[in-house]
């Protein structure tokens, strides 16, 4: 499974490993990580020694979502909405619609499958695919690898989709969004316009919770309006840098983990079962 040149959770780097007999602490063993989907991830590392016997470790991938991608800073809007308290508001032009530029690619989801990716090439392939990953011929080469690696579709198969519509969740009750968006490249670097409308009620300076979900994927947007100032004008923003970078590295039971999307938890074998 190791010598597989193709996006994957899990990644191994090493063959063996040497535990002397007196050995008290726990011995390191590298495992590269990351969850780039929703759904938990299980494998089985089977270490086998003619001397002490065989045994088997689970590695179970679970993603965080608590923390949010981006926290995104809009204006607080003043002028207030005409509609009735208890009717929603259906102007399009109503001055409590703020606009919320958000970015076509998921770059959190795209950093841990490059960083997954790059641990099975060597220097030649890396510098191969990235240049090209992520462009329509890398992507449609990297799902014809894949394909040859799997029976019947892959649970990675969204990776290489173009235009996906998300369903759009809000914690708060005094902001309304849309029920749906899609992004018709999710490879962009561009943004696409997300239309929310404030509630009169609402307070400057809360925070809301948005967030843009498929069966697959995730994107969490935090929103804390403020109210503009005689130097902020516009009615979109774009998203600051994300709060926390991709290649984090944590030490559970003695195991090294690098992780890489959504603080993956890494609770511990490699028997290919699900990649």
């Known amino acids: 499974m190791n010598t597989r040149k193709l996006i994957r959770p899990i990644y191994l780097s090493q063959t063996s490993m040497e535990i002397p007999a007196s050995m008290e602490l726990p011995v390191p063993l590298n495992i590269y990580a ?11 590392i089977i270490f086998s020694s003619p001397k002490v016997g065989d045994f088997v470790v689970k590695v179970s991938i679970v993603p965080d979502t608590r923390a949010p991608q981006h926290i995104l800073h809009p204006p607080f809007p003043t002028k207030r909405c005409n509609a009735p308290p208890d009717k929603t508001c259906e102007d399009p032009s109503c001055p409590r619609i703020i606009h919320i530029q958000i970015p076509s690619k ?12 790059s641990h099975t090439l060597n220097d030649v392939e890396k510098t191969f695919w990235d240049d090209y990953l ?9 799902a014809w690898i894949s394909r040859q690696y799997h029976i019947g579709p892959s649970d990675m198969n969204f990776l290489f989709q173009s235009r996906v519509t998300y369903k759009v969740e809000c914690n708060s009750p005094q902001v309304v969004c849309p029920s749906s968006i899609t992004i018709e490249d999710v490879r962009s670097d561009k943004t696409v316009d997300l239309p ?11 925070a809301v919770d948005i967030k843009l979900r498929t069966d697959s994927e995730l994107r969490y947007y935090q929103i804390i309006m403020r109210k503009p100032s005689r130097l902020t004008t516009q009615s979109s923003v774009a998203p600051t840098k994300e709060p926390s970078q991709a290649g984090d590295q944590v030490t559970c039971a003695g195991f090294k983990i690098f992780y890489y999307l959504s603080n993956s938890i890494v609770s511990y074998m490699f028997f290919d079962k699900l990649i």
């Open 34 to 44: 990351g969850a780039l989907q929703l759904k938990t991830k299980e494998y089985w």
């Open 106 to 117: 998921n770059i959190r989801l795209w950093t841990a499958a490059k960083a997954m990716l």
């Open 196 to 206: 929310i409308h404030i509630s009169n009620a609402a307070k400057p300076s809360s």
């Open 134 to 142: 992520e462009t329509p011929l890398g992507l449609k080469l990297m």
